[in-house]
Every structure is written in structure tokens, then in C-alpha cells.
């Protein structure tokens, strides 16, 4: 039997609500504190959405998420098979 | 009093303030991004030659001045403002005190807005005597 995963499901347990550009999403926002450039203490938030309800998200976009507005800077399929897409935010 | 070659940098540091957010002459201070723009000050090389039959001595001393800037489009031209910014404000306080050597410059976008720093490399000379290493004579 060939295994069909239910990304829905991994997202409904793990995600949360959220909206791009103004249309509802339930994404996972992940950030982390990084030191770039030897010298600068900074973040790195992204969020990580079902590809189907990220087809047209693109670079510009709103996120927002737990009253946070982002700037969508970068938008990347994952591997292995681009179920889920990434979006690399900047705090608006 | 401190040794010539900090007075050297804190004389560039204090130049700047007005530049920019943070300025700081500590070598391993992180800014955070509420900090920025901003600028680090630390010395380089001194090379350090005899000059006279009293025992004076000649000092070479490189100080960099990095700018670290933050912005979500146009990194280049943050970094290039502050750089502009961080010459003349030199230049004014302390003209002919600092030769500029070189810049270089150095951006990132791995987190969530691009990051880039513009270093500066002075030179300045000054003279000291051995036995009072925190006197600049010249």
C-alpha cells in the first residue's frame, strides 16, 4: 500500500493561525537569535505552510501571526518534494 | 590616562557619535539590532620605528572602524551613507590626524533583513617617548 501523507494533519497539530496576504493560512513560526557579521545579534523568523495554501505567496507579501506583521523576504520549496513551503520573514 | 594608540581610537569613537546609534570600542561587543546603525572602533597593527637620539619614537597605528548597518532593501546604500557620514565626521573633528587606507565591505541576508558592515582603515602617526607611553608628544 503506497503511503500517502496528510500534511493537513501534521499542521493542524503543530501550526497555528495565521493570515498571507490577508487570506487565512495555519502555519508553524519557527525564529531563532543568529550572529551575523560578527558583530550583530539578530533574528531569523520563518514559517512553514502546506504548499497548497502557499502556491502564490511570493517575495513583499504580509504574513502575520500572533499580532506579529512580516515581511515575506524569501519563499522556498522544501525538500524533499515540496509539500511544504517555507517563508523567510523580516519583522514589518 | 591610556596607552597613545587608545587614545588614538577614542578619539575616531567619540568622532562618530553623532553618526550613528551605538559606538563602542569594545572588540567583542554584539549589537543588538535596537543598536544599530552602529560602529565598533578597535586598533590594528602599530609599527613603531626610533626616531630620534633622545629615544622618541614613531608610531604607525591602523584603526578600523566598522559600521554595521540593518535594512530590509538597499543594504549597500546604508552602508555607503554611514561610511560618508563616518568620514567627514572624522575628518571634521581631527583633520589631518587620519589617513584613510581603505574600505571594505561586507553584507549578509541569512536572517530576517539583510545585515552589512563597511569597514574603515585609517592610519595615523604620532610620536611618544618610551617612558611615557601615554604621552603623545605629536
Not at chain 1, 551575523?36 to 507579501?61: F, K, N, R
Not at chain 2, 597613545?4 to 577614542?10: G, K, L, T
Not at chain 2, 575616531?12 to 544599530?36: C, K, N, Q
Amino acid at each position: 500500500m503506497a503511503f500517502v501523507e496528510d500534511t493537513a494533519l501534521f499542521l493542524a497539530d503543530f501550526g497555528s493561525a495565521a493570515t498571507l496576504n490577508a487570506v487565512a493560512v495555519t502555519a508553524i513560526v519557527d525564529t531563532s537569535s543568529v550572529v551575523e557579521l560578527d558583530g550583530i545579534v539578530t533574528q531569523a523568523p520563518t514559517a512553514l505552510l502546506q504548499t497548497a495554501e502557499a502556491s502564490a505567496a511570493a517575495p513583499g507579501q504580509t504574513f502575520a501571526a500572533a499580532a506579529v506583521t512580516y515581511k515575506v523576504r524569501q519563499v522556498l520549496k522544501e525538500p524533499p518534494d515540496g509539500a511544504f513551503t517555507r517563508l523567510v520573514l523580516a519583522r514589518a | 590616562m591610556a596607552l597613545a594608540a587608545a587614545q588614538r581610537v577614542d578619539a575616531i569613537a567619540a568622532a562618530l557619535v553623532p553618526t550613528a546609534a551605538t559606538v563602542t570600542t569594545d572588540r567583542f561587543h554584539p549589537f543588538a539590532e535596537s543598536e544599530l546603525p552602529a560602529w565598533r572602533v578597535t586598533a590594528d597593527a602599530e609599527d613603531v620605528t626610533a626616531s630620534g637620539l633622545d629615544g622618541t619614537e614613531e608610531h604607525i597605528l591602523i584603526v578600523n572602524a566598522e559600521g554595521f548597518v540593518q535594512a530590509d532593501t538597499g543594504i549597500d546604500d546604508a552602508m555607503n551613507d554611514l561610511a560618508a557620514d563616518g568620514l567627514a565626521a572624522v575628518a571634521t573633528a581631527h583633520p589631518n590626524t587620519y589617513q584613510l587606507q581603505g574600505i571594505d565591505r561586507e553584507a549578509s541576508q541569512s536572517a530576517e533583513a539583510c545585515t552589512g558592515v563597511i569597514r574603515l582603515r585609517f592610519a595615523t602617526r604620532f610620536f611618544v617617548s618610551p617612558a611615557a607611553p601615554e604621552v603623545i608628544v605629536s
